[in-house]
């Protein structure tokens, strides 16, 4: 991946990653931080975004992959929503698979780049 460049929609934002694989929430996390983000985890389950929410104070966007280990991200959607905090959802699932409660939160399909996520989390 090249490198990425300071993004003015990223730069000095506490972004939550929340991702189970590995390698893509590394890669992420780099992308992120090499954009000017501070990243807060990643969190490869529901329990551990949940933890970090709580701990972490303020986190001004999130990037939230759908299916955890087989466990569904619902539960961390909600409180990104309560806490008013903007996210974007990744997936390799269509749209019809997203519940309509979540219509208006982004998705982004994987792979999923960089400029796409600061749109996203912007929008």
């Avoid at 000095?12 to 983000?37: K, T």
Wanted: hydrophobic share 50%; charged share 20%.
């Amino acid at each position: 991946m090249p490198d990425a460049q300071p993004s003015p929609g990223l730069t000095g934002r506490r972004v939550l990653v929340v991702e189970d694989d590995y390698l893509i929430a590394d890669a992420l996390c780099r992308e992120l931080e090499d954009a000017g983000a501070e990243v807060v985890g990643p969190a490869p389950d529901v329990a551990a975004a949940l933890a970090l929410l709580a701990a972490e104070g303020a986190i001004n966007g999130a990037v939230l992959d759908v299916n955890l280990g087989g466990e569904m991200a619902w539960p961390v959607a909600e409180a990104l929503l309560a806490h008013g905090v903007p996210f974007a959802f990744t997936t390799g699932y269509d749209a019809s698979s997203i519940p309509a409660r979540y219509a208006r939160v982004a998705r982004c399909e994987k792979p999923v780049g960089l400029a796409e996520i600061a749109r996203a989390l912007d929008g």
